[in-house]
């Protein structure tokens, strides 16, 4: 059996920032529901700090958590400690990675897709997605939202595609 796809479901503010103090940097409610949508019926992979962010599995979801203490267990989690593993693991065809920093650095070399959230803004924040060659993906989507009511910056859908 063909290992799965490995997609990256992230949201990126301008200065990289994708995140702050174990959580999210703001608040986009559009973001909120198009992970949901992107990522129900899959399995899930994320490093410990994003489980404990999180504290809890995603309902519809299988969640690995790719750590490198072997004696960490999560309930409601799978422990994974490579990434080979955590593909060996995955149901369906896509592994989606949904952080942290280390996890999509990790996972970036073989990411056949990126779901990237573009956020207009420059907030402070204490973790930043990895820098990537973009000349290595071709974009397919973009849908750019004005800020609405319950989110705090505008945004883009981006979906981006290995070239192959």
Known sequence: MAAPDIALVV?????????????????ISGDLKRFKALTMGTTLLMGRKTWDSIGRPLP??????LTRDRAFRAEGAETVHDLDAARALATGDRLMVVGGAEIYA?????????????????PEGDVRFPSFDRGAFREVLREAHP??????????FVDLERLR
């Open 11 to 27: 949201a990126v503010a301008r200065n990289g920032v994708i995140g702050r103090d174990n959580g999210l940097a703001w608040h």
């Open 147 to 156: 800020a609405g009511p319950r989110d705090d910056y505008p945004y883009a």
């Open 60 to 65: 519809g979801r299988r969640s690995l958590v």
């Open 106 to 122: 990790l996972a970036l070399p073989l990411a056949d897709r990126i779901h990237l959230t573009e956020v207009e803004a420059e």
